[in-house]
């Protein structure tokens, strides 16, 4: 009977030992778990402060494209409206001299 009381306690021991070694690797995961989850919550972080940065960037972008866009579409038409200036004053001239054509070829005739 003692026989099987030490075997008994020698069971409980190994058992003890066991749980106790079980209880420290589940305290390990736990942790590792910890870590994990803190790390991707930084990662989620990062991202979403990089999307941010990126998509601010992107807006900048774009509003100086259509500045810059605006500006050569400015000068286009001002320079449109400089030649077509140009050209009606070109014209007129050009009328008023083919309007004293006749009356010089008169004059040259007379």
Request: avoid cysteine; glycine fraction near 2%.
């Amino acid at each position: 009977m003692e026989n099987q009381l030490e075997q008994l306690e020698d069971s409980v021991k190994r058992l003890v030992i066991q749980f106790n070694s079980l209880l420290a690797e589940k305290h390990q995961l736990t942790q590792q778990l910890a870590t994990a989850k803190e790390q991707l919550h930084k990662q989620n972080e990062d991202f979403q402060l990089e999307r941010e940065r990126i998509r601010s960037q992107h807006e900048k972008e774009k509003f100086h494209l259509q500045e810059s866009m605006q500006t050569t579409i400015d000068g286009l038409i001002a320079e449109k409206n400089r030649t077509t200036s140009v050209v009606k004053a070109s014209s007129d001239e050009l009328l008023r001299l083919l309007q004293r054509l006749p009356q010089m070829q008169e004059g040259l005739n007379g």
